[in-house]
């Protein structure tokens, strides 16, 4: 999967994201509230506590190891989608 269709995929809102890194499960799962709106749930192994509201925070948050999604996006294989 490109680096786009994995940002068009998030920015529908509607789809959880599965893959391993580095023996890690990883998970970018879109979220919302009538309080909060639309957000992004990014857990990396037990670390489930960042949350962002942008596609574009998704894709540049180093959430997983350190790196950010666009920084390791071509070492993974998306689960779900």
Do not use: H
Request: proline share 4%; aromatic share 12%.
């Amino acid at each position: 999967m490109t680096l786009n269709e994995i940002r068009d995929r998030l920015d529908e809102m509607c789809n959880v994201f599965l893959f391993d890194y580095e023996d890690v499960s990883v998970m970018i799962d879109p979220a919302y509230t009538p309080e909060e709106g639309g957000y992004f749930i990014l857990a990396c192994g037990d670390d489930y506590g960042t949350t962002v509201k942008t596609v574009d925070e998704v894709m540049t948050t180093p959430f997983i190891k350190g790196k950010s999604l666009t920084e390791i996006y071509k070492d993974i294989d998306i689960i779900e989608y």
